[in-house]
């Protein structure tokens, strides 16, 4: 069940919010865990076993913290008071054993396609498994304090908002609402806001973009002209954003609806200097995440530069690896892990010094690096490629091509593209922030959300683009 | 106040849209689990009002029809029909002489001058063969969701041609007419359809008498669309071109059926030739075109 979807809009969540408003803060959280495993059992058309799969990661990961804790608290009245602060064996094992049970499971969904047909990757076990994972590290760090209350962890790690596509909220960023949170007609008043603007996002401008994309592999890329293909990547690269940015505003609105605050997962990346930056911006609670569990325990840029370099490398092929069990994905992670490289070694000052050119130089490599992540075939991806670059060699162009496609192509979706490159520069978001409390802004508002509606209502609507990962 | 406009506002937008939705949702519910029982028994006589998603685009469709509902409400019932159609497919099979002559006639042109004087009709199938196959000096009027009803009423979607059928009619005289059409009314009632489709191959013949019509019958989809789907589905396009093929018969029409080349062994469309199962990729629509020079119809 995605956000943009009239069960969801018109049935799911106004039935959750009616109850969810009437309960006691503890009737709140209970009903908060039982009704986001109902919407998740929607998601995975109730595969009893992913059900499963989900209580038991709260289960175990809620008594893993408390095994840790526990560990900790005996070794203190062992050792005395000198070793308050080191990790004991104990909580090193029960550490690895949880972590190993959390990224096997992931890993076993993830590649066991490759050996097994129908097995079908639960929805949101990338999204849920860092998450659990970032709070076990969190508590073994003494960052965060066990949660005593398995109620409260279940409604942290499958709250409906962020369970199936991010953001990736860091437990010690609810854990205060939690235990105590205020639901204010101010904080729904903005939550609807986001959750409006998010879902336009979504339905009127990246799935519209989405057919773009669709009908180039309906066409098949051997038939297509160079100019349809960067057309067409454009298109991919718009849709990708507005899909994913979408999602996280109404995730980010639902959350101020149920009285949480998410953080930020865009902060407009196509906007970017360099791609540095632009993995700054672009699903910051997943960057965040690596740099945080991966890049800074491996030593970040503290051991020289050659170690910098590897743990780089690390961090981009996990971050390929994460994204989907392809090759392409790893050559993805490989060529961001290089782009940033060369970035790193210079060419960001340069870039930075002369906007201009860093602007042009992501305006090429952000639809570049789209389509090797969008084409999961190595053939396909090269005869793309062929049709990108037509001077790199003729192999590829020979198929029939449809000289008006261009021209056919940007009639239709011309105004679209528009309308997303107009978008991508945060205008909107400025003009949104500034007038918000107007009422002509309410009005347009509510125009957005009845135009998505209605589109949702003709059956216009496309599945979650981000929903496999 | 001024901080709350936009709950206040949507509030009541979301009481109006409610009932409506909710309606929408029942009525959702009520077509999947119809479906679900239409294909467990195998039959899928396709109901109007379940249209509507159209295989090829065209958005007006729904609307168009629950009108095509109303008018060919009353006749014969599917069940009837089906029989009758069955016994006529095996009794006659060989084309008529008249038509054989033709073919052989046409055999002896040149591949560069098959298509000339030649007018195509037909949905996006038929678009996807002017964009990407060489049909050199053919004329074309297709769009995607273009269907019987609406002939006259749609546009050319095609690149440098006459916008409407009756102009492109008018402009001359043509040697022969490719007509494919027909997946798109599948979810119309299917008497009305091929009723329709009768009159309007007459009216074509009668507008271009010189012309030799062609039927074409419409290509298959995949089998995995045609088992998640109530109304596109093979057994649907299977009997529509039956019918057509009975109206060739009867008026001395050629018929002719593509899904030969593209067809993988179940008698559905090949996986491996398209990418959203209904269309055929751009690099195959020359095998189309050089299917037809080849059969010299």
Sequence with gaps: MVFSSLEFLFLFLPLFLLVYYLLPLRGKNIFLFL??????????????????????????????????????????????????????????????????????????????GFFVENIILPIGISFYTFQITSYLIDVYRRKTRPEQDVIRLGAYLTMFPQLIAGPIVNYSEVYKRLRKRKITLTGCNHGLQYFTLGLGFKVLLANQLGNLWEDIQTIGYESISTPLAWLGILAYSLQIYFDFYGYSLMAVGLGKLLGF????????????????????????????????????????????????????????????????????????????????????????????????????????????SWAVFAITDPVMLQVYFLKLFPFIGGAGNQGVVFSGDFEKYIKIYGIGLAAGLVCCSGLVEKIFMKWRNKLWMSLLLLIIFGAAVWCMYRGLNDPFLYYRF | MRKYHYLVLFMIGFLVLWPFMLHKLYIEQAKNTETFVEQAQAEGAAEPESGVYDVSGGEAQEEENKEAAKEGSSGQTDAEQETEEDTDLTEETEEPEEAQEDEEAEK?????????????????????????????????????????????SLKNAVHDQEPYLEDILAEKQYRKIYLMLGINELGY?????????????????????????????????????????????????????????????????????????FDDETGALNPECTHDEVHVLGKYYQQWADWIRENGI
């Design chain 1, 261 to 368: 605050r998410f953080p930020d997962n865009f902060r407009q990346p196509y906007m970017s200097l360099s791609m540095t930056e632009f993995w700054r911006r672009w699903h910051i609670t997943l960057g965040r995440w690596f740099r945080e569990y991966v890049y800074i325990p491996l030593g970040g840029n503290r051991k020289g530069k050659v170690r910098q370099f590897f743990n780089l490398l690390i961090v981009w092929l996990l971050t390929g690896f994460w994204h989907g069990a392809n090759w392409n994905f790893l050559l993805w992670g490989l060529l961001l892990f290089l782009i940033i490289s060369v970035e790193k070694a210079g060419l960001i000052k340069v870039l930075e010094r002369w906007k201009i050119l860093g602007h042009l130089y992501m305006f090429f490599l952000i639809p570049v």
């Design chain 2, 189 to 261: 009632d299917a008497e009305q359809t091929v009723k329709r489709y009768e009159e309007e191959v007459l009216k074509l013949s009668e507008l271009q008498p010189e012309a030799k019509i062609v039927l074409e019958a419409n290509l298959h989809v995949t089998k995995e669309r045609s088992e998640r789907d109530a109304i596109f589905n093979n057994e649907n396009i299977d009997r529509i071109n039956g019918n057509i093929r009975q109206i060739a018969e009867k008026h001395g029409f050629s018929y002719i059926d593509v899904n030969e080349i």
């Design chain 1, 35 to 112: 009704g986001s495993l109902v919407f998740y059992g929607f998601g995975i058309a109730w595969n009893i076993y992913y059900l499963v799969l989900i209580i038991a990661s709260v289960l175990l990961n809620f008594l893993a913290a408390k095994g840790m804790e526990h560990c900790r608290r005996k070794n203190r009245i062992r050792r005395g008071e000198e070793t308050a602060g080191k990790s004991s064996m104990g909580e090193k094992v029960i550490l690895t054993l949880s972590l190993c049970y959390n990224f096997g499971l992931l890993l076993f969904f993830k590649y066991a």
């Design chain 2, 108 to 152: 002896e042109l040149e591949p560069e001058e098959f298509f000339q004087d030649t007018l195509f009709i037909g949905d996006s199938r038929t678009m996807g063969l002017a964009e990407y196959a060489d049909i050199g000096g053919a004329v074309v009027f297709a769009n995607t969701g273009m269907n019987i009803y609406r002939l006259y």
